[in-house]
């Protein structure tokens, strides 16, 4: 279970920090929002965070630690995609950019949640310091930084909307790999043990 949620986690960052590098440039320069505007989208992932932080034990315990996880991602990569696809009038251009940034957000924390739930939950508490030391190196170490000279690299060639499109399309490929692993059966942290043990 372990092996699915890493390489996820790596790809999800590589893809990630595209929006990372490319972000306030989108927003400003191919949107043409205002400061004013670029700081109420941001600040709506904050707010979405919030929410989905209150709402991430619910959820969990509703649907279980890997559907709410899996769910999470798909919902957050759902709503995601109108980032690369914003444009039109101002108006909507910015409520394209700001749902996936309230709603977005907010399932990603859930998300997150069920994930570092259940690493902390299936890992001996022993190894646990040096499991999330590695996580944290491949994801924000390693797979980060690359990302992000590959996210400046692609906007140069293929424009900033372009490389927000990639790396949107990136993070939703990677929940294949969450969908295909273990995970969907993982209601309960003793699931998760049976699962790796």
Do not use: C, K
């Not at 932080?53 to 991602?73: C, D, H, Q």
């Not at 692993?181 to 699962?195: F, I, N, Y």
Request: glycine content about 14%.
């Amino acid at each position: 279970m372990l092996v699915p949620l890493t390489l996820r986690s790596v790809i999800a960052h590589v893809a990630g920090s595209f929006y990372g590098v490319l972000y306030t440039i989108y927003l400003i320069e191919d949107l043409h929002l205002s400061p004013l505007l670029l700081g109420v989208v941001v600040s709506a992932g904050g707010v979405g965070s919030l929410v989905g932080s209150i709402l991430a034990s619910r959820v969990i315990g509703r649907l279980g630690f890997g559907p709410a996880l899996i769910w999470a991602a798909i919902g957050a990569s759902v709503i995601g995609v109108l980032t690369p696809l914003a444009g039109g009038p101002l108006p909507l251009a910015v409520l394209m950019v700001f749902l996936p940034q309230l709603v977005g957000d907010g399932l990603q924390t859930i998300e997150g949640v069920a994930e570092l739930s259940l690493i902390q939950g299936v890992i001996p508490d022993r190894i646990l310091g040096r499991v999330n030391a590695t996580l944290e190196v491949f994801s924000h170490g390693i797979a980060y930084p690359l990302g992000a000279l590959l996210a400046a690299a692609l906007a140069g060639w293929i424009g900033v909307r372009g490389g927000i499109a990639i790396g949107w399309a990136g993070m939703a490929a990677s929940i294949l790999l969450l969908v295909l692993s273990p995970l969907p059966r993982v209601r309960q942290l003793s699931d998760g043990a049976t699962v790796d043990g």
